[in-house]
Structures are given as C-alpha cells and as structure tokens.
C-alpha cells in the first residue's frame, strides 16, 4: 500500500461528504461545486450553505467549549470556576446566534431563543464535565506527562493519501496514553451508532498511519452528551484496515462517476445530479427555496 501526506488536488473521500453524496446527488452539487452551477448565481447558493441550524450551533458551541477545557487543562490543573465557565458559555452562545443566519429563520420565521440554546448546551456540558471519562482524562493527565502531544479540535481536516485515494478526517481529541493513543469524539446530536462506528474506524485508520502506531494499541471512543452521557468504544484488528480501505475506495469511485476530470475535480453538468425522491432530506435541507 502506497501511502504519502503529499496535498493533491483530487476529490477527498470523507465520512461526511460520502453522505452528502449518498443522501441527495444534487445537494452534494451545491454544496462541492457551486460554482459549477450554470442558473443560479454563486452567492445565493453559498448564502444557502452558510445557513445554520440550532442542532448545528449547539454542536458547534458545545465542541468549542470543550475545546477550551482541555486546552485550560494542558497549562493548569486547578478546578473549573462554573459560573464563570458558564458566563463565558453564555457570551459565545450570544455572539454566534446574533450573527449568523439560521434555518429556521430563513425558512419559518422562528425567533432563535439564546436561553432555549444554552438549555441544551448547559445539559451537554455538564454531562462532559460530571462523567466519569471526563474524570479519567484529567486524572489520567498526571502521570500522561504528555499533554503538549494532544490534538484537540484542529483547525482544517487531517488529509492523507492511500494508493493515490485522498481520505479528510478531523478528530475532536487525541492524546496519548502510556503505549496507546485514545481518540475521542463529542457528540450532541441522536446516537446513530452505525454511521459513528465506521467514523470510529475511520480515525482509527488515520491515526495508525500518521502516528505510525499499531492498531491494536488505539481506542476510538464516541460520546454521547444528551440527553444523558453514554459512549460507545472500538478497538479493531489489522485485518479490518483492509476491508476499511476497500469501502473507501468503492465509495470515492461512485462519487468519480459524477466528474468529468478525476484529477482536476471537474463535475459533470448539474443535470446528472439527481434530486433526491426521499423528501424527508428536503426537509431539513439549505437548498429547497432554489430546488423547487
Ligand atoms: S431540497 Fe431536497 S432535492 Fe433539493 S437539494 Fe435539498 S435534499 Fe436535494
């Protein structure tokens, strides 16, 4: 197996754009080639796209504080003041929600509620902060004396190219313990333990190549923040990388089959990019005031 970190400009396989694909072709369309569209005009397409959502921003809120928990506990080790953790809670919820557009705004007029945001977000949080693998990660600090080696929410996706397919993952926290590395990854939203499992794997892959590290000495770990805290754990074998890769490069040739140039990411015209007949993803999705 070929295996480099070199950038190229090929299509990128990624957990969350071979959803995209598989979910609606012509809203994968908007949302990777906009500017391939030959009707509607780019800025209102990307006005689209930019449209937030509460479950989106509580997500987001909620990955940025934890961000900066764990980037506290890489400098200090002394206890979390909770008011002011939760002043500060509230401030980013205000800042995000006054200025960006929402969904439910754009399409059904409904006034974003900053106190029903940070309802949810409160309940995530202290779900972090008061389970027990919270406590094990800052307990398990001490003797890590590793902590300037932990990856916490990285800006940009981690990229790597395996036999010339290019692969994007981001994990929310890596770091690593005695001879293992621990990946972990928050969630607010349902539990879809299927979809998570194979995005498990997926880090999984990314970091037994970038770190070099055998497989056997990583662990994957989902977890659950609402309404209560739950987690899922994966550890595989070697044998499963392969079967791994071999779905990766299926899937990343389905998407090739809508471009004209492989190498240049060139689509084919709008046209061949279904609509979806599942109008259940209409519902929730940026686009229906210029699909229909
Ligand atoms: S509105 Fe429906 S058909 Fe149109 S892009 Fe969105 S999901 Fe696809």
């Known amino acids: 197996m070929n295996i480099t970190k070199k950038k190229q400009l090929t299509l990128g396989w990624s957990i969350s754009r071979y959803d995209k694909f598989i979910n609606c072709k012509r809203r994968y ?12 005009p780019l800025d209102k397409i990307q006005r689209l796209k930019n449209l937030t959502s509460k479950a989106l921003e ?38 995000n929600c006054t200025t960006k557009m929402f969904f439910e705004t754009h399409y059904y007029h409904e ?11 409160k309940i995530c949080l202290n779900n972090f902060l008061n389970s027990k693998r919270f406590k094990w990660i800052i307990n398990n600090k001490v003797i890590m004396s590793k902590n300037h080696q932990w ?3 990285p ?10 397919y290019k692969i994007f993952c981001k994990v ?17 939203g349902k539990k879809i333990k299927t979809k998570h499992y194979k995005q498990l794997i997926v880090y999984l892959l990314w970091a037994h190549i970038s770190f070099k590290q055998n497989v056997h000495n990583i ?3 989902v977890s659950y923040l609402y309404p209560q805290y739950d987690e899922q754990i994966v ?33 084919k015209p709008k046209e061949n990019f279904q609509l979806t007949t599942n109008r259940f993803h209409c519902k929730y999705c940026n686009y229906k005031e210029i699909c229909f």
Do not use: A
């Not at 369309?29 to 509607?40: G, R």
């Not at 006034?111 to 977000?121: A, P």
């Open 235 to 267: 550890t595989i074998t070697k044998d499963y990388i392969g079967q791994l890769m071999k779905v990766i490069i299926s899937e990343t040739q389905q998407m090739y089959k809508y471009l004209i140039d492989i190498e240049t990411n060139i689509p």
């Open 111 to 121: 006034k974003i509620i900053l106190t029903d945001i940070y309802t949810k977000v």
């Open 58 to 95: 509580i997500g987001n809120i909620v990955h940025m504080i934890i961000k900066t928990i764990l980037k506290r506990y890489q400098i200090t080790n002394q206890p979390i003041n909770m008011d002011k953790l939760f002043q500060y809670t509230f401030n980013v919820i205000k800042k």
């Open 219 to 221: 662990v994957s770990i």
């Open 151 to 153: 990856i916490i929410d």
């Open 29 to 40: 369309f908007y949302d990777y080639y906009s500017k391939f569209d030959l009707e509607i």
């Open 172 to 188: 929310d926290f890596l770091f690593p313990l005695d001879k293992k590395l621990c990946i972990i990854d928050w969630k607010t």
């Open 155 to 164: 800006e940009g996706y981690g990229d790597l190219i395996i036999s010339n």
